[in-house]
């Protein structure tokens, strides 16, 4: 099956998961957990990386963020790839060190976030990597420490979750302390990183109901979220492709015309691309350009990106070829 698309836009809220090739370790010690967080936190800073939620277990990583300008692809490639690159030469192995490529889930933000926050920072309890709340409010490879006050890390968004509680801030530590607290028995929460439509519906029980009213609703196993947030972003992703889509056949007529013009004119368009200005090619320039601005309304800007020349060559050239053509 081939792979689907990214999801994304700046402001995204992502649910992140990258695991080690085929369930090993991605880290071997703590000056690896320490070098993989300080990429994480000087990226996020770098790219307006926005990071809610953060746990490390030992062949597994999970991030809740809201993506930059970059975009989500762009600062997880630089994330994995320096740390892989790192990592083997440290350790002096070869070969993949994560899991295909990492899993992102696109999360409507207001029934999911801080449910998210919590399944993702409750992660060591589950695993046992500590044994208590006491502890995991002391644990250095968890988000939790600096959302309730017992690291400081500037870079996480801990005002934003705190400010979900509101009041001031000692009293929103201590609604997000109970919050977790209440969170530690329920275990596993499958519907909160896979299961396509289960996972986008919320559920079995809405998946049911649904199904039993004879009723069908919008999903997406990228997406977690209602119908209606589904279809939103399905719609958002829809709308690039397509952008993307005419962009690259505008450049396909383009570069038709450009081939074109020139085997009728007798030149390369090596010649017409490499700034030549033999007449015959200067000629054909104009005529090219002529074309794609006046008859197919393309911009002097994006001819001159396309001819490899500067905007006024361009202007130039197509304010002669007007003139030739009124004689």
């Not at 993702?120 to 600096?146: D, F, K, M, T």
């Not at 929103?172 to 275990?187: S, W």
Request: one cysteine or more; a positive charge.
């Amino acid at each position: 099956m081939p792979r689907q698309a990214r999801l994304d836009s700046p402001g995204t809220l992502h649910h992140v998961m990258i695991r080690g090739i085929e369930g090993r370790s991605i880290f071997f010690e703590d000056g690896d957990r320490e070098n993989f967080l300080s990429r994480m936190r000087d990226l996020s800073l770098n790219t307006g990386t926005r990071i809610l939620a953060w746990a490390f277990m030992k062949n597994h990583v999970h991030l809740l963020l809201f993506s930059g300008g970059a975009g989500l692809p762009a600062f997880m490639r630089k994330l994995l790839t320096g740390y892989a690159v790192w990592f083997n030469r440290k350790h002096r192995r070869r070969g993949h060190l994560f899991q295909n490529r990492y899993k992102s889930i696109v999360c409507e933000e207001n029934p999911y976030l801080l449910e998210l926050v919590r399944y993702i920072h409750l992660n060591p309890l589950r695993s046992s990597a500590v044994q208590g709340l006491a502890e995991l409010g002391r644990y250095r490879w968890c988000g939790h420490s600096a959302v309730v006050g017992r690291k400081d890390n500037d870079w996480q968004e801990t005002g934003y979750i705190l400010s979900l509680f509101g009041g001031g801030k000692r009293k929103a530590i201590g609604a997000y302390r109970r919050f977790i607290a209440e969170g530690k028995d329920i275990g596993r929460r499958p519907e909160l990183v896979g299961g396509g439509l289960i996972r986008s519906l919320g559920g079995w029980s809405k998946v049911l109901s649904l199904r039993n009213r004879g009723e069908k609703e919008e999903y997406d196993s990228r997406i977690l979220g209602s119908g209606e947030f589904v279809q939103g972003i399905l719609g958002e992703a829809d709308e690039k492709l397509r952008r993307q889509i005419q962009h690259k056949q505008r450049e396909d007529s383009i570069e038709e015309v450009i081939e074109k013009m020139c085997a009728e004119g007798g030149v390369k368009a090596e010649e017409l691309r490499g700034g030549n200005q033999r007449r015959r090619v200067a000629e054909v320039r104009a005529k090219v350009s002529f074309r794609l601005n006046r008859e197919m309304g393309i911009s002097m800007a994006e001819i001159a990106r396309q001819l490899g020349v500067g905007g006024t060559a361009v202007a130039m050239a197509i304010r002669k070829e007007e003139r030739g053509k009124r004689f």
